[in-house]
């Protein structure tokens, strides 16, 4: 992976990570594809009308199924997919540990049984990386030791103690692996824990931070402290975090959180707010959000948003849009999607431009204005 | 409407139909689209991928939702739907009978409850005109008397006669609104009843036929008889039609159907199977019928039909679909009824062209043989 750094302003960054298979420009939103599909989109819809360089897939659900030897067989992510961009894939230890009936994180991994058939599983940190090994992603992640919240003092500590440890023999298995020539063209990144405590906070990002890592996530927010709570964590952590690798904030967030997060250093983004809130009716807009249910849009001919130029927006009504929502049409759900997923892309690609030109200040106040 | 029978092979007819909206080349499948939508697809898909120059829409459902006024107002089937090409729709008949829990025939209408609210409608021969020039459709249907079968001798002659007698009142009023200028540019197609019984038939399609329609359409058929049975009654049917406007066969079929009703001198077709079976995981291909959810391709690299130039075969694999299918991931709609639809109307090209060198029993022999 080759990083630069390309301007800021003030904290906020624009870099270009390239990875094997694309040319990553930052700040990024990658679009989630849990299953190798982002929900309700082609790959033609994410490469053509999105133009992402960048989605995710999940480790846990594909190594349920369709099972990660059947995806390694198939040409791993890109070739089963047919996404020739970059794919990052979390861990799966997220997932094993909120998905699953049963979840019992013990010193050498997490045990949990799998929310399809209920059979049993064991991940550990090794057997994660064999698995993004098998998946072929262009960045992987570690397995992080999560905690329920709220948790005493002597948990957290116990899951930075255990992030650490796990962390060390990621890294020695992935580097070794790749002299092997195994994953030599992979990437992968650890993950900052400690809840909203800022010394746990300190200390996990110190401690992985030294470490021979290709880049850092933030994880374990987004899980419902205020956002003030999650604005102040990053913005602490951040100084801990290397200025020459990447910056990810995992699970994160609203059009806002993103906004607030890049001014204070962040890189990367992943969340399924997009894509969720497309299906369930919710539409981001740049004078905010809209519920395209609403009775109000029945007869209403214009664009979701005017200033919009994906092509849902290009082409279709609200009228149109209320429409096939209320009759349950499945065409909605890949419109509404597109709609959601082009704001959030094209609002990263505003977001670099005003960073190249040292205007975030001016972006940020512009962007919030036009909320209202 | 414009209609030039340019060749025929035996009885099989190529045809173009001119309507204000696009010029539609015969034998031709037209896609559903029921609430104003192919289900599953947008109509960048309807129009780029499939390339299709007319589709259905549903009386009944516009009526019931949106409403046809709200069409009306969104500049009707066209503007709303953004479809740019031909529309044909049915006259609601159909669903009221078979989709209301009441459903009540009389001299003059049918009576009906709303499947989604239960209210009370009636729609006459003329109502559904007048909702069908809201809708703007090309091609109209006119109501029919629909007769559950197995039914008495006495019952099917009283439908045929009710059939006729709305067919005449249809007519009149329909070339009277058209003198005073409303659906100038529409059309409309009676619809010819009887069963498989052919006394019933030659009645029908005598009375019918006589009257000013711009085409004529074989009702009634599809619904429980043997494909035998079919064949014989469109053979003898169509013998009662003219040969210089366009014969309509009303929900099927098969892609057999279709063949063994083009050979005896149909022109257009409709039919939710390839639609509905593409959501249902039934693909089908040169060589027959394949289903996706099998085991067997899990890990098949191959697209459903190598001979297929849809977007779903120049992209996926089977395995990628299987897996899409058993994640019941939203994606797989689209790529399945693509490649369905896909299939449908390419056949229907093929037809074309053997009819063109007035090779169709060559080109029948040919669809049959690859199915083994």
């Known amino acids: 992976m080759e990083f630069t750094l390309e301007a800021t302003s003030k904290n906020a960054r624009a870099c270009t990570i390239k990875t094997a298979h ?14 190798g599909s982002v929900k309700a989109l082609d790959m033609e819809d994410v490469l053509d009308l999105l133009g992402a360089e960048i989605i995710l897939a999940n480790t846990y659900h594909m190594y349920l199924r369709p099972g990660d030897e059947t995806v390694a067989k198939m040409g791993k992510l890109h070739g089963f997919t047919t996404y020739p961009k970059s794919f990052l894939t979390d861990s ?7 998905l699953s009936d049963i979840s019992k994180a013990s010193e050498n991994g997490i045990e949990f049984r799998s929310h399809i058939d209920g059979s049993k599983h064991f991940f550990t940190p090794k ?16 397995l992080d030791d999560l905690v329920a919240l709220p948790a005493t003092g002597e948990r957290i500590a116990l899951s930075i103690e255990r992030t650490t440890a796990w962390a060390k023999e990621s890294i020695e298995y992935f580097r070794k692996k790749q002299k092997e ?5 992979q990437n992968i990144f650890a993950i900052i824990q400690g809840g909203t405590d800022k010394a746990f906070r300190t ?7 030294a470490l021979d890592f290709d880049g850092f996530a933030i994880g374990g927010l987004s899980v419902g402290e205020l956002n003030n709570e999650m604005y102040d964590t990053v913005e602490h952590t951040v100084k801990y975090m290397p ?5 990810y904030l995992m699970g994160v967030g609203t059009p806002e959180d993103l906004i607030e997060n890049i001014e204070r250093g962040i890189d990367m983004f992943d969340c399924v707010m997009p894509t969720r809130n497309a299906r369930n009716g919710t539409l981001f807009t740049s004078f905010g959000r809209l519920n395209i249910k609403g009775a109000t849009y029945k007869e209403d001919a214009q664009p979701v948003d005017s200033e919009c130029e994906c092509l849902t927006c290009k082409r279709y ?3 149109y849009l209320n429409h096939l929502f ?18 959030y892309l094209n609002l990263m690609r505003e977001a670099r431009e005003a960073i190249l030109e040292d205007k975030y200040a001016e972006f940020k106040a512009e962007f919030y204005r036009k909320r209202g």
């Open 203 to 209: 200390k996990s990002a110190t401690e992985l931070c």
């Open 326 to 343: 209320r009759s349950r049409e499945i065409a909605y759900f890949r419109l509404a999607t597109i709609h959601n997923l082009h704001y």
């Open 243 to 247: 200025k020459d690798k990447p910056r």
């Open 127 to 142: 057997k994660v990386i064999d698995i993004q090994h098998n998946l072929g992603s262009d960045i992987m992640m570690i």
């Open 181 to 185: 020539g195994i994953g030599a063209e």
């Open 317 to 319: 009504s609200r009228a």
């Open 22 to 35: 694309s040319t990553i420009k930052t700040p990024v939103f990658m679009p989630v594809g849990t299953l």
């Open 92 to 98: 799966g230890g997220f997932q094993a540990f909120s």
